[in-house]
């Protein structure tokens, strides 16, 4: 059973920054590019960031881009979004995702799902 456990979530203040890790049990890591999603209360969930296969290529929400990065790390089957300058506006549920296609925004296009982790930012 593949898994996708999202850690680094929390509290911090406008203007602070948290950088969150997720880790698959895919055997195959490598193969799959990887994404984060966000989720805020009563809102649709949202592209926030994602990273191709080999790393090279990454893509930003025009919300995020210039304060987060996504970076990944296949020898530990890993994937990071460094958020900084953080915003009450980015409060929400992260969520890493993986799929077997580069390049892609959409949620449908991703196959496995991690449970969710919570950041919120206060004014």
């Known amino acids: 059973q593949v ?4 850690s680094g979530g929390g509290l911090v203040q406008a203007g602070g920054s948290l950088r969150l890790s ?5 055997r195959t890591f490598s193969s799959f590019a990887m994404g984060w999603f966000r989720q805020a209360p009563g809102k649709e969930r949202e592209f926030v960031a994602a990273i ?3 790393g090279r290529v990454k893509f930003y929400a025009d919300a995020v881009k210039g304060r987060f ?3 990944r790390d296949n020898a530990k089957n890993s994937v990071y979004l460094q958020m900084n300058t953080l915003k009450p506006e980015d409060t929400a549920v992260y969520y890493c995702a993986a799929s077997p296609n580069d390049n892609r925004r959409s949620a449908l296009d991703y196959t496995y799902w991690g449970q969710g ?6 004014s």
């Open 69 to 71: 990065t996504i970076s």
């Open 22 to 26: 997720c880790t698959a049990s895919l």
């Open 117 to 122: 982790t919570q950041v919120t930012v206060s």
């Open 3 to 6: 898994q996708l456990v999202e």
């Open 52 to 54: 191709s296969s080999g």
